[in-house]
């Protein structure tokens, strides 16, 4: 997915984002993720905001109302979602900043998957709230599919997955 650098959005978008954040000292593109059209952090002299949104009718955006539901079941293992708007055309969250946070490095030998293993294993742990979509995939049982993962549940069993786990790296 193509992304939209924050000078490129219309003003009446960061104006939206802008009333939640604070204004804006800086505002930096993540360099990564595939699920968003817009994917900042904001800087405020209050603090920093991770902001990622798509337009209101793009057909992902039931990814990011789903992302916004489970936040608070999965918050040992993710940012908190600190707030959630639709407003002039966008469905937008905002997630407190993690100093130094990046996607794991899931290549052979590398040093993040000991610690991607230890918290899946503590993801494990994590009852699923009745608000995630489970899916039946015939060879594997149910699958739960979110913006960034999809785990795999043997039958008989309930599990959940964070739509994002960088703040462990």
């Not at 789903?66 to 940012?79: C, Y």
């Not at 149910?142 to 960034?148: A, L």
Request: hydrophobic letters at 35%.
């Amino acid at each position: 997915m193509d992304h939209i650098d924050w000078d490129d959005l219309d003003k009446e978008v960061r104006h939206a984002i802008q009333a939640r954040t604070g204004p804006a000292s800086g505002v930096r593109s993540a360099s990564a993720g595939l699920n968003s059209e817009i994917a900042v952090f904001v800087d405020t002299p209050s603090g920093t905001t991770f902001v990622k949104g798509l337009r209101s009718d793009h057909r992902g955006v039931v990814r990011q109302h789903r992302e916004a539901a489970i936040n608070p079941f999965v918050r040992s293992v993710t940012p908190r979602l600190l707030w959630q708007a639709e407003d002039a055309g966008w469905f937008l969250l905002g997630f407190e900043f993690v100093e130094g946070a990046r996607h794991a490095d899931y290549s052979p030998g590398s040093p993040d998957l000991p610690i991607v293993v230890e918290l899946m294993n503590r993801l494990s742990r994590v009852p699923c709230p009745d608000i995630a979509e489970v899916k039946y995939a015939p060879s594997v049982g149910p699958t739960i599919s979110t913006t960034r993962a999809t785990v795999s549940c043997w039958p008989g069993t309930r599990c959940c997955t964070p739509t994002s786990i960088r703040s462990t790296f």
